[in-house]
Nanobody, 124 residues
Framework: QVQLVESGGGLVQAGGSLRLSCAAS????????MGWFRQAPGKEREFVAA????????VYADSVKGRFTISRDNAKNTVYLQMNSLKPEDTAVYSC?????????????????WGQGTPVTVSS
């Protein structure tokens, strides 16, 4: 069992930045591939970014590529999402997810463990 707790969400103006954190506990963190997903009101959950166990490999949705950066600190059992140049369309609840062997990095159904999410609101 893995417990995930996100933090760092909030209200920011367009063009601003936020850094989300996801703290993990329960199992060996570096055994897990980590992902960030988001869900806006009335929309389906969508992939944002994912990172391999070692942190060497990262994957991004086209909509955030060049603006968002995913990273992890295995010594702190934490994964981060640095979000720059935020846009109103980035407004959503952001959740982190973990799986020891996801079949597909960008599909939320491939992840077993989920946090509760942290809301991000970008005003225009």
């Amino acid at each position: 069992q893995v417990q995930l707790v996100e933090s760092g969400g909030g209200l920011v103006q367009a063009g601003g930045s936020l850094r989300l954190s996801c703290a993990a506990s329960g199992r060996t963190f570096n055994n897990y591939f980590m992902g960030w997903f988001r869900q806006a009101p009335g929309k389906e959950r969508e992939f944002v970014a994912a990172i391999s166990r070692s942190g060497v490999t990262t994957v991004y949705a086209d909509s955030v590529k060049g603006r968002f950066t995913i990273s992890r600190d295995n010594a702190k059992n934490t994964v981060y999402l640095q979000m720059n140049s935020l846009k109103p369309e980035d407004t959503a609840v952001y959740s982190c997810a973990a799986d020891s062997r996801p079949s597909v990095a960008d599909n939320f159904r491939a992840y077993e463990y989920w946090g509760q999410g942290t809301p991000v609101t970008v005003s225009s």
